[in-house]
């Protein structure tokens, strides 16, 4: 497939940007290699200078009067014109840095961007920033009835479980996994566990192997559990092969009328593990559905706890306080009292620091 390369250039000089001698120094770099010059320019605005080559890629010289220079340059991606690309950056690199040579500048050249290549190399991480990950392969890219489903590899993570494009899980984060089981503090032996999504399995792997009375899995998506017993084995073992085992039971049905059906038969849990979705980034209650589906999880999931039961569930990004102290207020708001703890841990691939939470019901006086 066909994909376009993108590398930037950036200039900071030390003093205002004079276009006509920038462009006297830059010139000659882009009309040696064929390519045709447009100069826009405004007053009090800079310039900005277009250069095209006839084998369809293009230069942008961007110069503005408080003394940033910037370039950008797109082509088509490939061996060649990544050679070519590079030349140009570097050229007009050395050109920059001897027109600022009497007075301080800086420099910054970020890696190429290569956009629409058949591996997308680039996700959001959840406070907005643009991470590139070292992907080199589509393991996997399905549509089910509920989501877009992706089993990406990377070189560092191994295989990654992206969902509508949330990097959900990779099978380097144990510590997502240990996090979200409590950090290796509890006993599961002989316990009830109720699991909330984790179609991945990575939960219910390590649940089964601390020996629970019996553990509950809910997961409304089979196609996510198909493509994670296959390609994430790292990550669950081989619990998913069956549905069922000696203490463990998968239903694949939507969760709340499951929870509710519990809570009516009087059915309760030592531990409810939350692995559904993250806190809604967004910090509207009355515009976010998302924020109403989690309240309604959390009030059944303490319908279900055991009075000395505790509940288990991410977060979100530690950058996201808002939002995190939102999720904080709804767990004021339930139909019995709560108190909680969190802790903040580094999971591999999502490069950034997450949150967890650990609620559990207040003593009965």
């Not at 089979?222 to 669950?236: A, E, L, S, W």
């Not at 939507?254 to 809604?280: H, M, S, W």
Request: charged share 25%.
């Amino acid at each position: 497939m066909a994909a376009a390369r993108h590398g930037t250039l950036d200039f900071r000089l030390g003093a205002p940007a004079d276009c006509n001698a920038v462009l006297k120094r830059l010139r000659s770099v882009f009309l040696e290699l064929g390519m045709t010059e447009s100069l826009h320019t405004w007053q009090d605005h800079g310039c900005l200078a277009t250069y095209l080559n006839k084998n369809g890629s293009f230069a942008n010289l961007r110069i503005y009067p408080h003394g940033l220079v910037s370039l950008d340059v797109q082509t088509c991606d490939g061996a060649a014109q990544a050679k070519e690309v590079d030349s140009l950056l570097n050229k007009v690199e050395e050109r920059m840095k001897e027109l600022s040579q009497d007075s301080p500048a800086r420099v910054k050249r970020l890696p190429p961007i290569v956009r629409g290549g058949a591996v997308d190399r680039y996700w959001p991480t959840a406070d907005g920033r643009l991470v590139e990950y070292d992907i080199d392969d589509v393991v996997c890219d399905e549509e089910s009835p509920y989501q877009n489903i992706k089993i990406l590899h990377s070189k560092q993570y191994g295989n990654m479980l992206i969902l509508n494009g949330d990097v959900n899980l990779a099978e380097s984060d144990w510590a997502y996994t240990r996090a979200i089981m409590g950090s290796g503090k509890e006993d599961y032996a002989g316990k009830d566990v109720l699991i909330l999504g984790g179609g991945d399995g990575g939960i219910l792997c390590e649940v089964v192997k601390l020996k629970p009375k019996m553990a509950m899995m809910v997961e409304i998506d089979h196609m996510v559990i198909d493509g994670c017993k296959k390609y994430m084995r790292k990550t669950c073992g081989d619990v998913l092969d069956n549905l069922t085992g000696d203490c463990y039971q998968v239903l694949i049905e939507d969760c709340v009328p499951v929870l509710k059906r519990y809570a009516k038969e009087g059915r309760q849990f030592d531990y409810v593990i939350n692995d559904l979705t993250a806190v809604p980034i967004s910090t509207s209650l009355e515009e976010d559905s998302t924020w109403e589906f989690l309240r309604l999880i959390l009030d059944l999931s303490m319908r279900v706890l055991k009075q000395d039961g505790k509940y288990f569930t991410q977060g979100n990004c530690v950058n996201l306080t808002e939002a995190l102290s939102l999720y904080e207020q709804q767990l004021g708001c339930l139909y019995c009292p709560v108190e909680f703890s969190k802790e903040v841990v580094c999971v591999p691939s999502y490069m950034e620091l997450w949150v967890f939470y650990t609620v559990w019901k207040k003593a009965q006086p």
